[in-house]
């Protein structure tokens, strides 16, 4: 099956490649958005799929990287918005390379909950002020199927702020271990992205919100989330 998933992959990231260069992509910002989103995802799970089979995922996420800001650049060049692009997770998969992004982390009104969250845990690592976490977390959780990804922000922002040298460290990546592992049988995560690590995805990526976090604090951890290239 994993065999399947990569040959596939790699298929949409080329065919993806080659409708956004077209000019009925290219001049329709709806589907420009759609296929530049979707390469960056389909870069990012090759990528997943590598770290956690123990190989170096960095190419995969490099491209992933360069090809958004190439998007993001060519969007703001001609006027447009990129508020809808998913810039808190390629700021997050940025860190990971120890590139930069270069661009602002603005969302837009009536964003879903959990992308507001990811600009946050990004602005947090780039030392950008990011108020209105534990907001954003509440009103995640305010919607039962949302539970457990309201647990998750909640364990990303509580390991960020305990710092590198906290006593407690161990357990809350431990915690955020176990939250991440649950997603194999959330109806929220089963239905999202497969970066995200839901369903059947979840034995094939890895975590890297939570691998992304570790390494900005510099946290050396046994978890197979933590960032080892």
Known sequence: MLEKIIALRHQWLADAREIIQTPKVRDNLELFLQNAGD?????????LIAWRGGENPKPYFVEAVDDLSDF?????????????????AACLVASLIGRGFAFALDGEPGEAEDLHL?????????????NGAQEGIARLGAVKRQALAARSYKGYFEILKAGPNAAGLAALVSSADGAYA???KDSFFSGGNAIDGG??????VVDYRLGAILKHLGHESPSMHAWKW
Not at 39 to 47: D, S, W
Not at 77 to 82: A, L, M
Not at 118 to 128: K, Q
Not at 199 to 204: F, I, Q, S, T, V
């Open 39 to 47: 390469i960056f995802r389909y870069n990012v799970e090759l990528g």
């Open 72 to 88: 993001c650049q060519a969007l703001v060049d001609r006027g447009d918005s990129i508020a809808r692009l998913p810039l808190g």
């Open 118 to 130: 990811d600009r946050l845990l990004a602005a947090e690592i780039r030392g950008e002020a990011a």
């Open 182 to 184: 649950a997603r194999a």
């Open 199 to 204: 369903g059947r995805y979840n034995d094939l």
